[in-house]
């Protein structure tokens, strides 16, 4: 029988119980000028992740297919519905979001300050949608008709919607967007 010395000196075999983790992959983007890494379900629609994940809580739910235009952000500069776009979609892509809308300084974009000087922000729910669909109608046209307003995929339950094409018209004809 060994003494109990002999046990505490007599080395053991050991294999390091330590693993190194895994290098975490993801899906890389960039949101409103600051780059993100999401770790988690590839599938998640890109509204959950500003939403529930960053907190950037501007963009609404819009109905599972983005139908009132509640959810609408600009992916690389283009349109499109945060709800439908799955995280692996927008991989590698800048998404800009109404809060990304205000320059740096806090100074607000010309159309949101527009939309404030001609009272179409009525309950606010739309207003993100409004402001990011009308963003990218000036991009694409400076001096946009009232029919190319009027096919802006929102809808405004408060009635908004003649002081939302004033305040596109007063940006097109003074501020560019």
Known sequence: MAHAQDQILTPRPTGS???PEKIREGID???NGR???HTGDDQM???WYLRDVLRL???KYSGEHGEGGYDLVLVDGKLASAISLPMLHV??????TVEGLAGADGKLHPLQQAFIDENAIGCGYCTPGW???SVDLLNRHSQP???EIDQLPNLCRCGCQTRVRRAIKRVANGARA
């Open 35 to 37: 780059p993100y890494r």
């Open 17 to 19: 119980t330590i693993v």
């Open 145 to 147: 008709s009232d029919n």
């Open 91 to 96: 991989a590698g892509k800048s998404i800009t």
């Open 29 to 31: 983007l960039e949101i």
């Open 45 to 47: 629609p890109l509204l």
């Open 131 to 133: 402001l990011m669909a």
């Open 57 to 59: 809580t501007g963009t």
